[in-house]
């Protein structure tokens, strides 16, 4: 196995993790979890420009919840091989929950780079059709993000190119992110 299959392995690994996480924190407070990473196509998932746009991303997320007098039951960041991890169990509705995240997403400057996906107490994921919203867009065409990345219409390249201008065009124009 060559490094870049053992780093592949080592993503899909956390994934899994991530997944039984999800699990374990849903059965143990069975309410309303968070799981929040950024997408971030390719081997490299970690540096200190992602982990910076994470946290931002958490701190602005966990503003958001207290300004609408959400309760924050449980928080825990991370890093894996698959890059930055933050979970968040809250005491509120999915769909109002689900409707808080997707609007950072698409008005935050760097919206496009974060995922945050919402699961209710029963473990099930909410969908952003759920709420009456379109699939996201990919970063480099019209199309669905998700159909995108299935069929490969874009090299790994292409998207981290675009994510890095995205990124750099902030940068210049703020101090912060």
């Given at each position: 196995m060559n490094k870049e299959e053992q780093v592949l392995e080592k993503i899909l690994n956390a994934?899994?993790?991530r997944a039984e996480m999800q699990r374990e924190l849903i059965?143990?407070?069975k309410n309303t979890?968070?799981?929040?990473?950024?997408?971030?196509?390719?081997?490299?998932?970690?540096?200190?420009?992602f982990t910076k746009i994470h946290e931002s991303a958490i701190e602005l997320l966990e503003e958001e919840l207290e300004k609408r007098n959400i309760k924050l039951v449980y928080k825990m960041v991370q890093t894996t091989a698959d890059g930055d991890e933050g979970?968040?169990?809250?005491?509120e509705d999915q769909w109002r929950v689900?409707?808080?995240?997707?609007?950072?997403?698409?008005?935050?400057k760097l919206g496009?780079?974060?995922?945050?996906?919402?699961?209710?107490?029963?473990?099930?994921?909410?969908?952003r059709s759920e709420i009456g919203l379109h699939a996201r867009k990919c970063l480099l065409c019209n199309n669905s993000a998700k159909a995108c990345a299935r069929n490969r219409n874009h090299s790994v390249i292409e998207i981290l190119n675009r994510i890095y201008e995205i990124i750099d065009y902030e940068q210049l124009y703020t101090s912060n992110f």
């Open positions: 994934r899994e993790k059965n143990i407070y979890l968070i799981s929040f990473t950024l997408n971030i196509p390719g081997v490299e998932k970690s540096n200190p420009t979970f968040l169990v809250v005491d689900k409707r808080i995240t997707t609007s950072i997403e698409e008005n935050h496009r780079l974060f995922d945050f996906d919402v699961f209710n107490k029963d473990g099930e994921q909410v969908s």
